[in-house]
């Protein structure tokens, strides 16, 4: 079975600093990994994904993500954080190996918040 | 991008009345449809999986006859919550996957309050 944690409930960093997310997978095959993000009352944007290839992966809005497979991790990364970035940010994961549904798997979520 | 849109936005009902919320993939066409639910919060927890004139997959626990999903074309999916009560209030997501098979697309949720 496919699993996400994302091992912190909060980030707080502040405006103009590094932004880091962390999140690690557990699949039985080969992952497709994915980040969101949430603002309040949204539904969930895409951010990136990585299903192939290079491990350094560019998303939206400056964000980026490394694939590390012996660690297992995907941790969400951006150089500079904005306070337009807080918001509510999930990992996911679906096992391409086993599960043919396509279903997400998602972390709990973890808030960043970015003071001025 | 992708757009999925979800109607209504928010509702409030009475306990015992239905509710019934629409999903569309407005440029696309979306082979699969997912339902998610969301407490305050929380994570998204997936509800069923539903393909195109088929029978929706529910996730262990989720009452079929409770929350009936019908997926009768490849842009338009419904979630209708029978007979709903103060327990089934939360904020509920679709997503949406196309042919690529390898990105879902979500609506922006609907809020539902039942009184």
């Known amino acids: 079975a496919q699993s996400v944690a994302q091992p912190e409930d909060q980030v707080n960093v502040a405006e103009g600093n590094p932004l880091t997310v962390k999140c690690t997978y557990s699949?039985?095959?080969?992952?497709?990994l994915f980040w969101y993000v949430q603002y309040p009352n949204r539904g969930l944007q895409f951010l990136l994904k990585?299903?192939?290839?290079?491990?350094l992966v560019k998303g939206s809005y400056g964000f980026e993500a490394e694939f590390n497979k012996s660690q297992t991790s995907f941790h969400l990364k951006k150089p500079s954080a904005l306070v337009s970035d807080s918001a509510l940010y999930f990992c996911?994961?679906?096992?391409?190996?086993?599960?043919?549904?396509?279903?997400?798997?998602f972390g709990a979520g973890t808030q960043v918040v970015v003071t001025p | 991008g992708a757009v999925v849109s979800q109607h209504p936005s928010r509702v409030i009902c009475k306990s015992g009345t239905s509710v019934k919320i629409e999903c569309r993939s407005l440029d696309f066409q979306a082979t699969t449809m997912f339902w998610y639910r969301q407490f305050p919060k929380q994570s998204l927890m997936l509800m069923a999986t539903?393909?195109?004139?088929?029978?929706?997959?529910?996730e262990q626990g989720v009452e079929k006859d409770k929350f009936l999903i019908n997926h009768a074309s490849l842009t338009l999916s419904t979630l209708t919550v029978t007979s709903a009560h103060p327990e089934d209030s939360s904020f509920y997501i679709c997503s949406a996957e196309g042919l690529a098979e390898n990105e879902q697309f979500f609506g922006p949720g609907t809020r539902l309050t039942v009184l």
């Open positions: 990585y299903i192939t290839g290079d491990n």
């Open positions: 699949v039985s095959g080969n992952p497709y």
């Open positions: 539903s393909n195109e004139g088929s029978k929706a997959t529910y």
């Open positions: 996911a994961v679906r096992d391409m190996w086993t599960d043919s549904w396509g279903k997400l798997q």
